[in-house]
């Protein structure tokens, strides 16, 4: 097996969170050529006036960002939007985790925050109070081109806040197409066809699901992703949860969710505690796994090693019990948001706008294609882009068959999820007993966080 350097990117940073302080700042110039674009050519806003010149030349707005997103894409999209509206930008970054939190909150509450910020959607956003903080933007333009699984994430007491930094992902089964056509297997639209594809992969000889527990947060990815199927069951289960009402080991949707990983655990590669998320990839794209289930960030780290080959695999949902009802659970992406402060407001709004048209997201996917859909209606994904994004994901999108990971729902979450779930995928604990441990988990960081838990 080959062993090779992947770079990280924000899922991984997501579910493994870094610990570091302090911040740096890094001026864009964005006076240099305009970004190469293509695809979709959906008109975006002109703030000409009428003897040519931008009407926010001469502003520059500032942008604080974590410092592990990549900035390539976003560089693109700026110099972009100086060609369309003539503002420059001066880019700040932050750290990751715990300690990145800390400097949003304590830069909002001390008024220093910049003109505009990329921060997380969901129950963290909820949690910054935003009302206080950031323009409400539902009267924009941008707000009524967002897909609406991403707008409810961004959305607090009715007001909207902000627009997707960059694509979506979600965590699904990723699958080696020509061992499924080898095979005349077809994709599975419930738990139990999966399940019956696994049997028919491993009576061929073949590697049914590729295990990376070498790197235990990979061990999550079956239970985070199986979000959808436990929404779909019990809607308000979220909201009973981080209220204690809930528990994943009393509730039969919960509780589904620990048995579809002890379901799988005898479709495992021989190496699978050993190998390695880098391991995984290499299997993948060789085709010496069949499935793996895994965030769709997948796709980016095999066309960096293995650019031929992407193409070679599929997306789709981690299946439910209902074959009529089959959805993809996604991780949002973080939010571009605007400071109400801001002595720049109108050219950071008429920014916003602009970064939710085509010219600006094609600007993004000339420099790095996307790992999802982006969450804006009607934009047409670039020809280049994967096959299973924008064929296999973006149907899910389009048949508004998305829900979002629980983490953008409640913000309670056991810090020992992976051992949990690796107990449980190794056959050491029951699923029963794994999802007892992991409510017990879960209370103390509902007690931590101030929550009438029993």
Known sequence: MVFKKLSAIFLIAALTAASATGCSSNKIDTSADKAKVEGNTTASPTASTDAGTKK??????????????????????????????????????????SDGDNIIKTRLASGEMSDLCIYNAGSLLTALNPSEYFADISNEEAASRLDDTFKSTVTVDGAVYGVPFNSAAAGAVLYY??????????????????????????????????????????SQVLFLGDNYNVLAAQPDFPKKFEAGENK??????????????????????????????????????NGEGSQWIMLTQVLSNIFELYPEKVNDIGVFAIPGDNPDDNGLTVWMPNALYVNKESKNEAAALAFINFYTFAKALD????????????????????????????????????????????????????????????????????????????????????????????
């Open 56 to 97: 926010y030349e001469g502003v520059t707005l500032s942008i604080l960002r974590e410092n592990s997103m990549s900035a390539e894409g976003l560089n693109a999209v700026l110099k972009a939007a100086t060609d369309e509206l003539g503002m420059k930008f001066d880019v700040e970054t932050y750290v990751s985790g």
């Open 177 to 218: 197409k020509p061992d499924y056509k080898e095979l005349g297997l077809s994709v599975p639209k419930t738990w139990e066809e999966f399940l019956a594809n696994c049997d028919a992969l491993q009576k061929a000889g073949k590697t049914a699901l590729i295990g990376t527990f070498g790197d235990s947060w990979t």
């Open 248 to 285: 994943y080991a009393t509730t039969k949707a919960g509780l589904r969710s620990f048995e579809k990983m002890a379901d799988v655990s005898k479709y495992y590669n021989k190496d699978y505690l050993a190998a390695t998320y880098n391991d995984g990839v290499d299997m993948l794209a």
């Open 363 to 454: 600007a993004y996917s000339s420099s790095i294609l996307p790992d999802g859909p982006y969450c804006i209606k009607n934009y047409k994904l670039p020809d280049n882009a994967y096959d299973a994004v924008k064929t296999d994901m973006q149907a899910y999108f389009d048949a508004g068959k998305t829900a979002v990971a629980l983490e953008f729902l409640t913000s309670v979450k056991g810090p020992n999820c992976a051992a949990i779930t690796q107990e449980v995928g190794t056959g050491q604990a029951t699923a029963k007993e794994a999802a007892k441990a992991y409510d017990e988990d879960c209370k103390k960081q509902a007690v931590q966080l101030g929550l009438n838990w029993k």
